[in-house]
């Protein structure tokens, strides 16, 4: 097992100055991903790595008005340290449901978004969110829906080049929301999925509605929300059933056991809104 | 690579593969055989460190990873107060385990009390989560927390009069 | 010291033709078969098990040869440019039906006239229940070491059975059996699944210890032991039952199948027990049961809490359940019915000595859970339910079973075992048995029963270390029988010592010998004998619901009742129930994977499992209670460790079956499965 030369900038100037030079090198962070399946005594790592974990551009975390800010290489728990006041719920609750408390500390907020074998637990709720991503190489930052890194076929599009910085999460009141993980198992495997659903009404008025559903393939249909958004709440139990029938074709993607999960999921969801 | 990181509050050098696993250099370069390196996937827990005031598998972490952190291990932690609170505190609930899984049972706790003095059984299980065994009631090791809590908490308190 | 890594076949059949190594550094040297100075072989109740596979290999990863050197990063590097060719055969992978050269075991046993009976019945209910491998999931993987030590070669491992250690390397390495002295080390929770293997890596680290001339120490890595060390058995139990005109059971027809994986070394002893179990609490007057241990071309299956008897325990209790719910009944009252009495006939003809105390166990149960009002409500909600929207989706199951302390019941291994008790002139008591190893909280209760018949303190009772050459062998420690027949031993022991002493001077040494009083006898459809010489009852509660979101299985509630006779500590005893309970659990959710054969793919798909594999995490578990009842006067010391795997997934599966509206009879059921079931609401 070789040694790998490992880059430690001091700072994200740095970082992308190394990146600049090799494109294609590794990017560690926590490596919670890059390693839960190695196993052997030593580690494979390519011949270059670049280690960002220690940058302090990409440990920040607060609060702006408009945003919740994240850097990248803020771990889990740091990340539910925030607390309460500062995360969305449905935020809070899934970055709770990772791993266990000590991977939760190793593993980073943009390792997980990052991740380009499948989507990992916090994508669909950033997803549902409506979070942006800020990408950066020398030339300049780039700010990206976290909606835009799945391919047409669902999978995990996450850009090659440029470093994964921050991300921003817009503050935002939700009248309901649900996440769910399924697949028996705390550990990420074809049957392992999550679920997220959020909604604001004003006024008696179904105002924002998102539903994303992640795992190996990832679901969302902005279009669909679109249709269901405007309507006045409660939603009817002939409404509900409608609207989840029109998510079934949407789940056809998915293995059949994850299809009736998705379906049962979004039927939940709407009932939330029937009350 | 020379990697130099402050072990059990001294500091230390390790001539080593940057890849090398954190738990392996620990037990084979420091003689620190409390850290396991069994499943070296950060599942089984057996190889729980602090780093830089984090409980973490130190199988998953390569030896860059630790280059300037500081890491405690059961040994360094062993020579502490809190661990006599922790190893008492599960005498006193009259808890027995099956011996492999102390350390971890032991570090979990430690790590879940600094944060959080005095935690919810859900809270206990959550993190006991980080330290899977065989061996583990839920309902005692919940008790066992819970006593180690009271235990810690009245010592402190002592102190601080 | 050197340590010892292994070349493994990477085919699960077929021959070897040459392993290539690479070039071996100065200090490091690769052991062959040829290199083992004795057999080449394990003995475990009859069948033998190479200790390096040569020629021929039997599974993926079986021991083809070691290297031994002193870095044991040097070792992966070696193993993993080491070259084993081979010339691949189909392999063995089917076991449900097999051919005639897989039998590794089979036991026949017919009582009564079924085939009249069956004839004569009013209702016949068939059905098919199998289940999975589950992974031991040790704290600590494997290993065992080995060195000179004076004039004998010393072994340290973590084993259930010192003395087969002992004799195995004495064996592998043509040497007397007192040349050998095992060393047991710490063995923590062992779900029975160190009985044998332990001794073949003890045979691994003694010849390269040999051959080497210094001490070797082979530790298999997590993944090594997931992969290649025993997983309990997979089983198939297809049962057919007839019913009375009352509902009464009138005749069983069982056939089991238990693949035991390449060369089954506790092959006999699982299916004898399985066999024995097949009838489970109830009294089934017309029997015929067949039973076969199969092998296959996957690594050795084994034991897993329990020798075999959970396997029909689990058959027997859904079924039990099954047909309860055929006839419009409340599982509890078809199994009053039909359970054995004292002095119903077991299925060796001998006579219960005891009544099981089912009636007072469920009435606790059901107090606990509140299970007659649960179970009536769920099943009217099943029974009326439009939709898999229409009401909560939730089940509560019922499961009975009895754990049995004492012989094995294979009739293959020696069943005598011996314990020494000696009283020094300062009135020390020393205990010398080879069961201490594994003893854990039980030597406590060794030591007040010897402190209280020799009316000492229990500061002056210790136990020896259980070196093999310096205790007497008291057998496996294995099916209870630390609580039952080794504290009897040590008491008749101290009895003896007891009786001796203010006659004879001290010190006063006694041994005390156990010979199992009516050994199980196999023989041409009969089986005589007595299973068991105490019997510990216990029944469980599980509630489920399926999440109405995910539609997956939430456990709500775990109600244990045991009937444990004298309990020594009883938090301490409940707290081990309460964590044999959480792992049932597991098994029956989320612990699932197959042995695979060999290859790239299965290879591929083994490493997938193994890291995919976990525990149940702490904060998914129900409330579990666990109560036991009052014992007798004079109740003995029972055995219950594996009461939960005996009945809590018979309990999970009718539950689940009853939330879902699906006869379920597999577990684990993969949510697949489940789901496909549920369709569309």
């Known amino acids: 097992m070789r040694s790998s030369n490992v880059h430690f900038p001091k700072d994200l100037a740095e970082a992308l100055d190394v990146l600049h030079r090799q494109p294609g090198i590794l990017i560690f962070a926590g490596g919670t991903d890059i390693l839960r399946e190695q196993g052997g005594r030593g580690i494979a790592l390519p011949e270059d790595v670049l280690y960002v974990r220690d940058l302090p551009e990409l440990r920040r975390a607060g609060l702006t008005e408009r945003f919740l800010e994240i850097g990248a290489a803020v771990t889990v728990s740091e990340l539910l340290e925030l607390g309460n006041a500062a995360l969305p719920p449905l935020l809070s609750e899934t970055a709770y449901g990772i791993g266990s408390s000590a991977i939760r500390n190793l593993a980073t907020v943009g390792g997980n978004i990052a991740c380009r074998s499948r989507f990992m637990d916090l994508w669909p709720v950033l997803a549902c969110l409506d979070a942006l991503v800020e990408l950066r190489d020398q030339g300049g930052a780039t700010w990206m829906n976290v909606n835009r890194l799945v391919s047409e076929n669902g999978k995990p599009a996450f850009p090659e080049g440029g470093l994964l910085t921050r991300v921003r999460v817009p503050i935002e009141h939700w009248d309901a929301y649900l996440v769910r993980k399924v697949g028996l198992s705390d550990y990420p495997a074809p049957e392992t999925a999550l679920f997220s659903f959020a909604a604001r009404a004003e006024k008696g008025i179904l105002v924002e509605l998102r539903i994303a559903f992640a795992g190996e393939l990832a679901i969302r249909s902005q279009a669909l929300e679109s249709g269901i958004i405007g309507r006045s709440l409660p939603l009817s139990q002939r409404e509900c059933a409608q609207f989840a029938e029109s998510y079934r074709e949407l789940a056809s993607a998915l293995s059949e056991g994850l299809a009736l999960q998705f379906v049962a999921l979004v039927g939940g969801a709407f009932e939330l809104l029937a009350r | 690579m020379t990697i130099s990181f402050i072990l059990n509050g001294e500091d230390v050098s390790a001539n080593t593969r940057s890849v090398d696993r954190l738990s392996d250099i620990l037990r084979e370069r420091f003689g620190l055989l409390g850290v396991r390196s069994d499943c070296r996937c950060g599942r089984c827990g057996r190889c729980l460190v602090f780093l830089n005031g984090r409980l973490v598998p130190s199988c998953i972490v390569p030896a860059f990873a630790a280059k300037g952190k500081e890491i405690i291990t059961i040994e360094g932690y062993a020579l502490t107060e809190d661990y006599i609170d922790i190893t008492e505190g599960f005498k006193d609930a009259g808890v027995a385990t099956c011996g492999f899984c102390d350390a971890s049972k032991i570090m979990a706790t430690a790590a879940l009390l600094e944060h959080t003095p005095r935690p919810s059984p859900e809270?206990?299980?959550?993190?006991?989560?980080?330290?899977?065994?065989?061996?583990?009631?839920?309902?005692?090791?919940?008790?066992?927390?819970?006593?180690?809590?009271?235990?810690?908490?009245?010592?402190?308190?002592?102190?601080?009069? | 010291m050197v340590y010892v890594a292994t070349v493994r076949s990477p085919i699960a059949r077929g021959s070897v033709r040459t392993i290539r190594f690479p070039r071996l550094p100065a200090g490091y040297r690769s052991i062959l078969p040829a290199d083992i100075p004795g057999r080449n072989r394990i003995v475990s109740f009859g069948a033998e098990v190479p200790i390096l596979a040569q020629d021929r290999v039997s599974y993926a990863g079986e021991s083809v040869a070691l290297v031994a050197g002193p870095d044991p990063a040097i070792l992966e590097e070696i193993i993993a440019t080491t070259k084993v060719d081979c010339d691949e055969e189909e392999p063995y992978l089917a076991w449900e039906s097999f051919s005639s050269d897989q039998i590794a075991a089979?036991?026949?046993?017919?009582?009564?006239?079924?085939?009249l009976a069956f004839s004569i019945a009013s209702q016949?209910?068939?059905?098919?229940?199998?289940?999975?491998?589950?992974?031991?999931?040790?704290?600590?993987?494997?290993?065992?070491?080995?060195?000179?030590?004076?004039?004998?070669?010393?072994?340290?491992?973590?084993?259930?059975?010192?003395?087969?250690?002992?004799?195995?390397?004495?064996?592998?390495?043509?040497?007397?059996?007192?040349?050998?002295?095992?060393?047991?080390?710490?063995?923590?929770?062992?779900?029975?699944?160190?009985l044998w293997y332990p001794s073949l890596l003890a045979c691994q680290a003694a010849v390269a210890s040999i051959a080497c001339g210094r001490p070797a120490k082979i530790l298999l890595t997590r993944e090594e032991d997931f992969r290649f060390s025993p997983k309990r058995a997979r089983s198939s139990v297809s049962l057919r039952a007839a019913l009375g005109p009352t509902g009464e059971l009138s005749a069983m027809d069982v056939r089991i199948a238990v693949n035991v994986g390449a060369y089954g070394p506790l092959a006999d002893e699982i299916l004898s027990q399985a066999v024995l179990a097949c009838t489970g609490i109830y009294s089934c007057p017309n029997l015929r049961v067949e039973g076969y241990a199969v092998t296959t071309n996957t690594p050795p299956m084994g034991a897993f809490g329990g020798l075999g008897a959970s396997h029909s325990l689990f058959a027997i209790e859904s079924h039990a359940n099954r047909m309860a719910n055929a006839l419009g009944e409340d599982p509890a009252d078809w199994k009053s019915h039909n359970i054995l009495r004292k002095g119903s006939p077991l299925l060796t003809g001998e006579p219960l000595k005891e009544e099981p105390p089912y009636d007072e166990i469920f009435k606790r149960l059901a107090a606990a859970s509140d299970y007659r009002r649960k179970y009536a409500g769920y099943e009217l909600v099943r029974k009326r339910r439009a939709g898999r929207s229409d009401g909560p989706l939730r089940g509560i199951g019922l499961a009975f079973a009895y754990q049995g302390a004492g012989p094995f019941l294979s009739g293959e291994a020696s069943n005598s075992y011996t314990v020494e008790a000696t009283l020094d002139k300062d009135l020390r008591l020393r205990i010398l048995t080879s069961a201490a190893g594994g003893a854990g909280r039980v030597i406590d209760v060794w030591r007040r029963s010897a402190a209280n018949i020799l009316g000492v303190g229990m500061d002056n009772v210790t136990i020896a270390t259980p070196d093999t050459d310096q205790v007497p062998d008291s057998g496996p420690n294995t099916l209870s029988r630390n609580v039952s027949v080794i504290n009897r031993l040590v008491e008749r022991a101290c009895e003896a010592v007891q009786k001796r002493r203010f006659r004879d001077p001290l010190p006063i040494t006694a041994r005390s010998v156990y010979r199992v009083p009516k050994p199980i006898k196999w023989a041409e459809g009969q089986v005589s004998g007595l299973p068991f010489d105490t019997a510990a009852w216990a029944g469980t509660v599980l509630e489920l619901e399926l999440d109405p979101w995910t539609l997956e299985p939430r456990p709500l509630g775990i109600w244990l009742c045991v009937d444990a006779g004298h309990v020594a500590d009883p938090e301490r005893a409940a707290a081990a129930l309460r964590s044999s309970a959480?792992?049932?659990?597991?098994?029956?959710?989320?612990?699932?994977?197959?042995?695979?054969?060999?290859?790239?793919?299965?290879?591929?798909?083994?490493?997938?499992?193994?890291?995919?594999?976990?525990?149940?995490?702490?904060?998914?578990?129900?409330?579990?209670?666990?109560?036991?009842?009052?014992?007798?006067k004079r109740a003995p010391v029972k055995g219950i460790g594996e009461l939960p795997f005996d009945t809590l997934p018979a309990a999970f599966l009718s539950a689940l079956s009853q939330a879902a509206d699906t006869a379920f009879s597999s577990l684990p059921v993969s949510n697949a499965h489940l789901l496909g079931s549920l369709g569309t609401p």
């Open chain 2, 123 to 161: 809270q206990i299980l959550d993190q006991l989560s980080s330290a899977p065994c065989r061996c583990t009631d839920p309902e005692a090791v919940v008790k066992a927390v819970q006593a180690v809590a009271e235990r810690r908490s009245k010592r402190l308190y002592h102190r601080a009069l």
């Open chain 3, 582 to 632: 959480v792992d049932a659990l597991g098994a029956c959710i989320v612990e699932r994977f197959e042995p695979a054969g060999g290859g790239e793919e299965a290879t591929m798909a083994a490493r997938a499992a193994y890291f995919r594999y976990g525990l149940l995490p702490l904060r998914a578990l129900p409330p579990i209670s666990v109560e036991f009842l009052e014992p007798g």
């Open chain 3, 124 to 194: 016949v209910h068939a059905e098919v229940y199998t289940s999975g491998s589950i992974e031991h999931y040790y704290s600590e993987p494997q290993g065992a070491a080995a060195a000179y030590d004076y004039d004998k070669i010393a072994v340290w491992c973590a084993t259930q059975w010192p003395f087969h250690v002992r004799d195995s390397v004495a064996l592998a390495l043509g040497c007397r059996e007192e040349e050998v002295s095992v060393r047991p080390t710490r063995l923590g929770i062992h779900l029975d699944g160190k």
């Open chain 3, 106 to 115: 089979k036991r026949v046993a017919v009582v009564g006239d079924p085939d």
